[in-house]
């Protein structure tokens, strides 16, 4: 049975309860607003394809929501994203927290740890010097060796000492080079994790926007 549109009556709903008497129980009466009136029918109407409808069963009604345009998707679907996102970070960082606050006790331990930390790039860094001096003297005695083969090839076990000693210049001069920058980020780091173990202790006020991310 379709239903034709019901501008003259006061109230869809209760004609419908009212038809629900003598329609079967498996009917379906289809509804929504097109144009400012109502229109319903048993198959739905096809006006209500694409429209916000209520569909009565057995006396029952039921809200259906409007089918979503591509562009209400994809916001849907990017909402959904940066909902997961940040989930996904505030799990990250209650781990992290529970982290720092379970490998330190105070904040002296933060700074004795950074302590350690820092030690172990000095002592690093000074078994590399150790290693660049030795590889710079036998550079030297490479030197006077290459001084007979000026005018004719080189041997092939010479020639691979002195191209496996280049590398080893070079590599203990990057470590050099690269401890300062080591112990920069320590600070900073263990620094992070200072006001952090802070803020988890009540110490400090809560910071604004991005929690920093202790060390794991």
């Known amino acids: 049975m379709v239903l034709s549109k019901f501008s003259s009556l006061r109230s869809t709903g209760f004609l419908l309860l009212g038809l629900s008497i003598a329609l079967p129980a498996a009917a379906r009466i289809t509804c929504c607003d097109v144009d400012g009136k ?33 562009e209400q998707k994809a916001a849907r679907e990017a909402e959904k994203a940066r909902k997961a996102e940040e989930e996904k970070q505030a799990a990250e960082q209650a781990r992290r927290d529970r982290a720092l606050t379970g490998s330190y006790s105070s904040e002296k331990d933060i ?13 690093n860094a000074s078994q590399a010097s150790s290693r660049l001096e030795t590889a710079q003297k036998k550079q030297q005695e490479l030197a006077k060796e290459k001084e007979f083969y000026l005018k004719k090839p ?3 076990p010479l020639k691979r000492q002195v ?43 809560a910071a604004t926007g991005k929690s920093p991310a202790p060390a794991k």
Not at 55 to 68: C, D, H, I, R, S
Not at 111 to 123: F, G, H, Q, T
Not at 174 to 189: F, P, S, V
Request: glycine fraction near 6%; include cysteine; aromatic fraction near 4%.
């Open 38 to 70: 109502r229109v319903c029918g048993d198959p739905p109407p096809q006006q209500c394809v694409n429209k916000a409808k209520t569909v009565f069963t057995g006396g029952t009604a039921k809200e259906v929501e409007a089918p979503l345009t591509e």
């Open 111 to 123: 700074d004795k740890a950074l302590e350690r930390s820092i030690v172990n790039v000095e002592k």
């Open 154 to 156: 080189m041997p092939a």
């Open 163 to 205: 191209e496996e000693n280049e590398k080893e210049i070079a590599a203990q001069e990057a470590i050099l080079k690269q401890k300062d920058a080591d112990i920069e980020a320590l600070k900073l780091r263990f620094g992070e994790d200072k006001k952090r173990y802070q803020q988890l202790m009540g110490k400090a006020p």
